[in-house]
């Protein structure tokens, strides 16, 4: 419960101070710190087990959580928000309901909550006119309008879900006693990807981005089918593994984000995340049983199959500004 609301909260706030411009490069960045702490988390509670007693791991994980809590804590965005940048979510938001106010002469009520939807259309193509949140807005948890990032990602999950959880294992089976350095590089690959994000992910068309995340993955896929022949074929399989995580997450979660109206982008931001956790959480039981009963090659080639249904519902459900394969 707690990481999923810390989750949320952080990619809705975040989403909520980024220029919109810049969407996409931002949320990239923004799960980047998510990435490092995968990349180095493993081997620091590893450490911590192996010390005497090993319950310092508890003690550990209790020093992080207070430390993040600190640093949210100082997150005060709210209150410096003329520091934001001109086109946020939420510096819009909060001018729009001076202006409102300014005209009506009344202070900001306490029971709504003024959208800024309608204030720059270009941005929030969803609103047309100002709209006030109630109370039943704020119980409506499903966001529908999260959909056309949500469900490329659901479907393409199955692909993270293998690299995971079995991809390590796969390595050892073939005898490659590096097998773990496909983490390494796969973490590598995917931080470099997100730091040179902006030259592609707010200016490229967002099926193009896909198709190039899409085509990262087959490719790794490709060569985990190649990894017998050779150890350095599996850890090279790593960067493609990179790529395609560190491209189509924040790229779909961008779609979705963009497609809501800002006092909707918690709903939208949990709606994406668990679809997320779904197609990663189903897929690794299914990979387990298809593993035992099949062999990882079997594995492998569905996780193609899924790549490619990813693709094909990319096509079928983006916004039609989402699939112009030109600006």
């Known amino acids: 419960m707690g990481f999923g609301a810390a989750t949320t909260a952080a990619s809705t706030a975040a989403a909520s101070v980024l220029p919109q411009e810049r969407l996409g490069e931002g949320i990239g960045y923004h799960g980047l710190g998510q990435a490092i702490a995968m990349s ?3 081997a620091f509670a590893l450490y911590l087990v192996g010390t005497d007693p090993s319950t ?3 003690v550990g994980l209790a020093l992080v959580g207070f430390a993040g809590l600190v640093i949210a804590l100082n997150a005060r965005y709210e209150s410096k928000w003329q520091t934001l940048p001109s086109s946020s979510a939420y510096r819009i938001k909060m001018e729009t309901r001076l202006e409102l106010d300014s005209k009506d002469g009344q202070a900001p009520s306490s029971t709504t909550v003024t959208t800024s939807e309608t204030i ?5 193509p969803e609103g047309d006119q100002v709209s006030k949140r109630t109370l039943r807005d ?11 990032g949500a469900i490329p990602q659901m479907i393409m999950c199955p692909t993270f879900g293998f690299g995971v959880f079995f991809a390590g294992l796969y390595g050892t089976t073939l005898g490659y006693t590096h097998a773990g350095l496909f983490y390494t590089i796969s973490a590598v690959s ?11 992910m707010d200016t490229v068309p967002a099926i193009k981005t896909m198709t190039g995340a899409v085509a990262c993955g087959i490719l790794c896929c490709l060569m985990l089918l190649a990894a017998p022949y050779g ?6 399989s790593g960067i493609f593994y990179g790529l395609a995580t560190g491209i189509s997450l924040p790229l779909n979660q961008s779609v979705a984000v963009k497609n809501t109206p800002p006092e ?3 709903a939208a931001n949990a709606l994406f995340l668990l679809a997320n956790d779904i197609g990663i959480g189903f897929a690794s039981v299914i990979w ?8 990882f090659q079997t594995s492998i080639v569905c996780v193609i199959v899924c790549l490619i249904a990813s693709y094909a519902s990319a096509w079928i459900v983006y916004p039609a500004r989402d699939k112009r394969w030109r600006h």
């Not at 409506?140 to 959909?147: G, K, M, S, V, W």
């Not at 995917?190 to 592609?200: A, C, E, L």
């Open 40 to 42: 180095i988390g493993p």
């Open 56 to 58: 310092n791991l508890y």
């Open 120 to 124: 720059n259309s270009e941005k929030y």
């Open 138 to 148: 704020s119980f409506n948890i499903f966001e529908p309008r999260a959909l056309p």
């Open 190 to 200: 995917m931080i470099i990807i997100r730091m040179i994000s902006k030259h592609f």
């Open 231 to 236: 150890e350095p074929v599996f850890l090279a």
């Open 264 to 266: 909707r982008w918690g």
């Open 288 to 295: 387990g049983v298809i593993n035992d009963s099949f062999g």
